[in-house]
């Protein structure tokens, strides 16, 4: 079965210490997303990678880091510069990086981790 | 820098009224797609917008892309419980050729049986 795996789906951070999320994604997509969303807003982008050994800074990136090293995982790091990181987030996917023809590949979602300060 | 609104921020209402959330984008957009987000879920997607001035239809939801493609509509006819969650338009401004999608805050949508 295709799709996309975040874990844990729950974690919690100590002040001043880094965490890592997973995300995991076997539909052989190219592009991958990390998305932030805080209680009643919509989602921000922090990072995406267009391609393996690869990727751009969101929207929001400070206090966030990524690597791509396979094409199947995008591990997001929340580090202790993110001063307010208690947030839903997601992680996406979409079949390519680019447009084509003035339309975009739409994005799968993983089911989301929730990152809350001890 | 790029925005995209949604309004209205929340709306309640009863089994079978219909339902419309509109979103507006402060730039040109090369197309725009729609998602829906149930209570404690993730965002799916449902459908993209390319053209200027298109409607698309999904058995009860109208979707339509504005002429100057900076704002669009989404409409439920008869709103089932089942129609219960959040809607989000997403953009990707025109000229980009990245895949990356701009979300508008969200529409969430109470249905009252």
């Known amino acids: 079965d295709g799709g996309i795996t975040q874990s844990p789906k729950y974690l919690f951070r100590k002040e001043g210490q880094n965490v890592t999320l997973s995300c995991e994604q076997n539909?052989?997509?190219?592009?991958m997303y990390w998305y932030r969303q805080d209680p009643g807003q919509g989602l921000r982008l922090i990072y995406y990678?267009?391609?393996?050994?690869?990727?751009q800074k969101g929207d929001i990136a400070e206090g966030y880091s990524v690597s791509r090293e396979k094409k199947e995982s995008f591990p997001l790091t929340v580090t202790s510069a993110q001063k307010n990181p208690t947030a839903f987030y997601l992680c996406?996917?979409?079949?390519?990086?680019?447009?084509?023809?003035?339309?975009?590949?739409?994005?799968?979602f993983g089911d989301g981790t929730r990152l809350s300060i001890l | 820098g790029q925005q995209v609104m949604q309004i209205p921020q929340y709306q309640h209402v009863q089994e079978g009224e219909d339902f419309t959330t509109y979103c507006n984008s402060s730039?040109?957009?090369?197309?725009i797609q729609w998602y829906k987000q149930r209570p404690g879920g993730h965002p799916v997607f449902l459908i993209q917008?390319?053209?200027?001035?298109e409607v698309k239809k999904q058995k009860r939801l109208t979707f339509q892309f504005g002429e100057a493609k900076k704002n669009s509509s989404l409409h439920i006819t008869a709103t089932q419980t089942t129609d219960v969650g959040t809607y989000f338009c997403?953009?990707?401004?025109?000229?980009?050729?990245?895949?990356?999608?701009?979300f508008g805050t969200g529409t969430r949508l109470t249905v009252i049986p």
């Open positions: 997403a953009g990707t401004p025109r000229d980009t050729g990245a895949n990356n999608l701009f």
């Open positions: 730039t040109t957009l090369s197309n």
């Open positions: 996406a996917s979409s079949r390519s990086g680019t447009a084509t023809g003035g339309s975009n590949q739409p994005q799968h």
């Open positions: 917008l390319v053209k200027s001035g």
């Open positions: 990678s267009q391609i393996v050994n690869d990727f």
């Open positions: 539909l052989n997509h190219d592009a």
